[in-house]
């Protein structure tokens, strides 16, 4: 595996440590602010809202600049963003900085996966990444609970001071060890860009990795007030269960990898149909300590950690370049929005069990949309072919 793979995974730690900051610090960030705790909570709205639709136009603007360029120029409004938020001296500033970083990370996830689809052979592309996309599995992880280790000993302007330190280390690595491809590759007219969405096929690939995403993010928004208030843990003992998850979801990430070049629908069905089981188990045993950890340890490993194989299907329906997967990342930011808002809808109107019977109903909507790969002739898990990212791979 080329060695600037895994400082493309960096990059994307430092990315996702600064988009789940604010989850930990929230009461902090409220004082120094001068706001409220629904406030502070908008602002991870703002977030993802940032990601879902201003990554795929910063992308836009970014097709023709070679893609060690362009994730260093990313990498500079990351730091930007980042600086605002540590210097915000009001409420207004720090929506600024967090659509800003926001918008940065998104696009930078859409030209990392690119570059990663380019520096490997096509066999190998599954695998690569999946260590791309173990920098997200690592943000949650590490990058959330040591950001929210030093915004709580130091106060939280130095948890986005931190973050900052690491996106200049990642900016420096990706400067030093990815190589500056000709970016004759990535160039193209841009109609010929926006014409792979014309495929419907497409558009049915990305519900797809929303539903997987929106029913894992519906259960695991309320992880916390599920094991407290229904299973019966101590509020201090969430913590390491949710460290655990985390291994859980580096576990199956590379699982996942391993699989995801041969049978990408296969191992999408099967994630998908385990799923359903882990949160309906999770839900009609809830009360019971030791159910209620091995079903969310099940999440761990069959959610989240279907990107690899969701990519690389993505990657065969349309092609490997960054508008594509940029506009991937956005469908996979609004299952989260979807997932987080509607296990919030539905606690309001049936209690806490809620969101992981909405989960599993995702999860089915979700191996509905494989249907029409899994009954068409034309095998969608076939071997991988080589395919140009400069050009729209064969629909599959």
Known sequence: MPRAVYILALGIFAMVTSEFVVAGLMPQMATGLGATIPQIGYLITAFAAAMAFGGPLLNIVLLKIRPRR????LFAIFLLGNLLAAT?????VMVVARVTTGVASQAFFGVALSLAAQLTRPEIRGRAFAVVMNGLMLGTLLGMPLSTLVGEEFG????????????????????????????????????????????????????????????????FSYFNPILTQVSGFQTG???LLLVAYGAATVVGNTIVGRFADRYPVRVLLIGLVLNVGFL?????????????????????????????????RVHRTANARPLVNTVHSSFITIGVMIGSWGGGVAIGHFGLRAPLWLGAALAVV????????????????SPAQPVDSAQPATTV
Not at 70 to 73: D, F, G
Not at 282 to 310: K, Q
Request: with cysteine.
């Open 237 to 239: 003992t969430v913590p």
């Open 70 to 73: 362009a994730l260093l120029s």
């Open 156 to 219: 939280w302007r130095a948890a986005f001071w931190t973050i900052s330190g690491l996106a200049v280390v990642a900016a420096l690595c990706t400067l030093a060890g990815v190589p500056d491809l000709d970016s004759a590759k990535e160039e193209g007219d841009f109609r010929q860009e926006l014409g792979v969405f014309r495929k419907p096929k497409l558009w049915l690939v990305l519900l797809t990795s929303m539903f997987i995403i929106g029913g894992t993010f519906t259960a």
């Open 280 to 312: 309906t188990g999770f839900a009609l045993l809830a009360h019971l300590s030791v159910a209620a950890v091995l079903f969310m340890l099940g999440i761990g490993l069959v959610g989240v950690t279907m990107n690899p194989a969701m990519i690389t």
């Open 88 to 92: 915000a001296v009001g409420y207004g």
């Open 366 to 381: 979700g191996v509905l949309t494989l249907v029409p790969d899994l009954v068409s002739r034309r095998a969608a898990d």
